[in-house]
């Protein structure tokens, strides 16, 4: 019989997992990382040099199975990485019947938050906030929606990943005018992001408090392994009109007891979707009423990685192909230090025209690294619009205050204009 030792990822292969894999390889059997690829993706084949590619029709069941059935038996574990990525991770489950991998459908709960609030209602509805679903901004709608769900509240599209469209409503002038928006920009979005459900808009009681987030393993009997919860300040609460996460930071400063209680309704939330062997990312807000869950996601948590291996020495790759290995995460707790990121995003839309503080950012004693994602001209648009951070900035430091500082002159030296 081959030796399995093929862990298969699913149209994104980051440089931090190959790193992780090379790190597990030097002390344990290999590791062959291939990545799936879908025909769309194909130009992308072409840029990749590092690693073995499988390029095939996600569209088509019969070309999946034709692609895979020289790995046949060799498929040691099967991942994904990115919120967009599951959609066509979901299409691949079934022709790989004997590996450990989440529900076809649970992938799907999860990728709609209607279906995810809805079952999070039936499971538990104190973990969740007021909801109602509309299709339109039409007069029905609108009376649906203020019977329904108090101001504030807040608008997103089922199907779509992030903050994108994600709105605002204090008064009913908002809100006509923010469904109008949604309806009208909503099928093109559907459409470019190959989304192929029906479009429809969820509005939400507003939750108020502090938002934290927290990325877990759930293994194939649904126990789950918590990883260190992460503060997330939104770039609302530094007067932008957009719910991007402005900056994310651990260890956090909450009892232990509270924590205890924000993991329950996180296991909670886990098991209302049905997940199973999987990594996943739960997104929570502390209320003045307990936790409340905002959404989650079956996968690894945006810069998790790079934090909790800065701040706990966690291999959060490493756990996510582990647990599809059947397999327990390795979670050192001991703490190294404090991490933050920030993602810079301009103050008003249009072109690049001028970005400062890059280079002094750089000297600041807690500085890691600086993703620069903008060049002068290039157009910058909010998160809720689709657009992209201009820069993202991670720093470490042991001492908190020390952390604190640096944030702060970072906030003061980044110049972005447009």
Request: one cysteine or more; aromatic letters at 8%.
């Amino acid at each position: 019989m081959k030796k399995k030792n093929i862990v298969l990822f699913v149209n994104s292969l980051a440089e931090s997992a190959l790193e992780s894999i090379r790190k597990y390889n030097a002390r344990h059997s290999q590791i062959k990382p291939v990545l799936l690829l879908d025909l769309k993706h194909k130009a992308r084949a072409e840029k990749i040099t590092k690693h073995e590619t499988i390029v095939c029709d996600f569209g088509n069941p019969l070309k999946i199975m034709e692609a895979l059935l020289p790995y046949r038996d060799k498929l040691l574990a099967i991942t994904c990485h990115g919120e967009h990525n599951l959609r066509f991770f979901s299409r691949i489950i079934p022709e790989v019947p004997y590996l450990r991998t989440p529900t076809e459908q649970s992938l799907l709960w999860a990728t709609n938050k209607v279906a995810m609030r809805q079952r999070l209602r039936i499971f538990n509805p104190s973990i969740t906030p007021k909801f109602t679903i509309v299709n339109d901004a039409s007069e029905k709608s609108i009376e649906k929606i203020k019977n329904k769900i108090k101001f504030p509240l807040v608008l997103k599209p089922a199907g779509l990943a992030a903050s994108l469209l994600v709105s605002v409503c204090y008064h009913e002038e908002d809100l006509l005018r923010n469904l109008r928006v949604i309806s009208r920009r909503i099928n093109k979005i559907y459409r470019e992001s190959n989304n192929q459900e029906k479009p429809r808009i969820l509005a939400e009681q507003m939750m108020e408090g502090e938002m934290y987030s927290v990325d877990a393993y759930a293994n194939s009997k649904g126990r789950v392994y918590f990883c260190p919860f992460v503060y997330v300040k939104t770039g609302r609460t530094i007067g932008f009109d957009d719910f991007f996460g402005y900056m994310r930071i651990t260890p956090v400063k909450i009892s232990r007891d509270e924590q205890e209680l924000g993991f329950k309704v996180a296991e909670e939330s886990i098991h209302a979707l049905g997940l199973r062997t999987t990594a996943v990312h739960i997104e929570l807000m502390h209320t003045q009423t307990g936790w409340k869950i905002i959404e989650l996601s079956p996968r690894i948590g945006g810069f998790r990685h790079e934090m909790y291996k800065l701040s706990y020495g966690i291999d959060h790759n490493l756990n996510d192909i582990l647990i599809h290995m059947g397999r327990r995460p390795v979670l050192p707790r001991k703490i190294k230090g404090f991490t933050a990121v920030l993602q810079f995003f301009a103050r008003k839309e249009g072109a690049l025209k001028e970005l400062r503080g890059i280079v002094k950012i750089k000297k600041l004693a807690s500085f890691v690294g600086i993703a620069v994602n903008k060049k002068i001209g290039d157009r910058c648009k909010f998160a809720k619009n689709g657009g992209k951070s201009v820069c993202n900035l991670t720093l470490f430091n042991p001492d908190r205050s020390e952390l604190l500082a640096d944030i702060r002159r970072a906030e003061q030296l980044i110049l972005i204009k447009t």
